[in-house]
Each structure stands twice: as C-alpha cells, then as structure tokens.
C-alpha cells in the first residue's frame, strides 16, 4: 500500500458522515468478531466465513474511496445479507448455550447497526445537508451494545451436558452415529422394532447438528465438539430417514447432503 493510497483512505474516512463512520466501523467489526470467533470456537474458516469476512471489508475499501454513491451500495448489500442471514440463522437463535450464539448474536447486531447507518448516511447524502448522527443514534448503539454482551455472557455459561451421569463405559458401549465434515460416517443405522434404541452422537464439527427421524418423532441436538444421546422406541419395521435438521445441512426428501437410513428389523423371537 502507497502512501498515496493511504492518504486518499484517511481523507475519504474524515470526509465521510459520522453515520458512514458508523456503519463502516460495524461492518468491519463483523468481519473480526467472524474472524476471531470462529478461531475461537475451534471452528474451520470455510468458504462460509471467508463471505462474511469479506462482505465487512467491502463497505471499508468503498467508504474510503469517498465514492458519492458507496453508503448506498453498502446499504443495499448490508441489508440483503441481514435479511438472508436472519432466516438461516433463526433457527440458532433458539439454542442460547451454544458456542456459535456469542458469535450470531453480535454478527446479526453489527449486520445491523451497519445497514441502519448506511441507510442514514444514504438519506443525509441525498438530502446533502446535515453531515451529524442525530441524538438517537448514539443511545440506539448503547443499548443494543448492553444486549449483545448479555447474549454473550449466556453463551459462556457452561452447560449441563446432555450425557451427564451417564458413565464413560456406558456411552463407549452404545451404537455410534459420528458426524464428520458435514456428513453421518454411519449410511446406514440398524435397529429392532420394540427395543429401546441408545445411540451415542458424536459431532467432531465446530458447527452444530441434529439427528432427526420426521417418522419416529426424534429430534436430538448434537452440539458442536461434543457427545449426546438419542434415546427412542421404534415400533414398526422398516426403512426410515434420518438427517442433519440444521437449516442447509441436508434435503431428506431429496437424499441430498447429511442424510442417512435408519433400518428397524423385526422384533426378535
Ligand atoms: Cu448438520
């Protein structure tokens, strides 16, 4: 980087509104929290993360340049990822002790402090006089800063596993159903009809999965790094699906993706 280009970056940041500041500075801050949570939590930096890394750093490159029109492409983009990212990542929402919440929580926050601050600084351009946040934006930042550490804070309480009091040579002499890059080793899980059914899951991801069998009504959380238990009756034989039933992970009707077959034989006798 010339020096050149680095004054033309810091006059493009001092003459950008303070709201484009604001929405700049959000984006940017997305991109570290995926960054470094990501890290942090054990997780791989897939194609999936590197996205959103790279959508924060957009708004900044295109801030600096001082472009009349950048707020509002990084306004539009912001906003249509806010929204995408929303319906993918609702579903987690619903599960506070998991690692990934201390990072979808202050990633959706920032996503949208810096759509709201781009459409502002979008506005004040257009109306081109006021270049000042107004009052409220201030106390909106604060507050949703204060929820955002409270989100946090419930993500790091340790959680009570869901294979607690459970000895260790109890669950390594259950059957196994290990899920590994995104994929059930097990293809196929044999069962008897009438039996209670222990299975031990083990996810070896940083990212969560499920066991789920639409059919048997069983739906168990597998957490990321950890072991859990699936605990069912099956009655009727036959061939059933089970699958990851994490919002992406795979299309049971359509075989596609963390899928597999549960197969209840007969009763014995
Ligand atoms: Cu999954």
């Given at each position: 980087v010339s020096t050149e280009t680095v004054a033309v970056g810091m006059k493009g940041w001092r003459g950008m509104p303070t709201l484009g500041k604001v929405a700049v500075a959000a984006l940017l801050g997305m991109a570290a929290v995926v960054l470094v949570g990501t890290l942090l939590i054990g997780g791989e930096l897939d194609a999936f993360s590197l996205i959103f890394v790279g959508i924060g750093l957009v708004p900044g490159l295109l801030g600096a340049s001082?472009?009349?029109w950048a707020m509002a492409v990084v306004a539009v983009l912001s906003t249509l990822l806010l929204v995408a990212l929303s319906l993918f990542l609702g579903p987690e929402l619903?599960?506070?002790?998991?690692?990934?919440f201390g990072i979808i929580v202050p990633v959706l926050a920032l996503m949208l402090v810096g759509a709201v601050a781009a459409w502002g600084a979008t506005v004040q351009n257009y109306l081109g006089g006021e270049r000042r946040a107004p009052r409220w934006v201030s106390y909106a930042l604060v507050g949703l800063g204060g929820l955002v550490m409270g989100a946090v804070a419930v993500g790091l309480i340790p959680q009570q596993g869901a294979?607690?009091?459970?000895t260790q040579e109890v669950m390594a002499g259950l059957p196994e159903v290990r899920t590994h890059e995104f994929a059930f080793s097990q293809g196929t899980v044999r069962v008897r009809a009438g039996e209670t059914v222990l299975l031990r899951l083990v996810n070896e991801d940083g990212s969560a999965h499920s066991f789920d069998i639409d059919a048997l009504d069983v739906h168990a959380y597998m957490p990321s790094k950890e072991q859990s238990l699936a605990m069912f009756q099956p009655g009727e034989p036959g061939a059933y699906v089970f699958y990851?039933?994490?919002?992406?992970?795979?299309d049971p009707e359509a075989g596609t993706g963390m899928v597999g077959t549960l197969i209840v034989e007969p009763a014995a006798g």
């Open positions: 001082g472009w009349r619903a599960r506070p002790h998991e690692p990934a294979v607690a009091g459970v990851c039933g994490i919002p992406g992970h795979a």
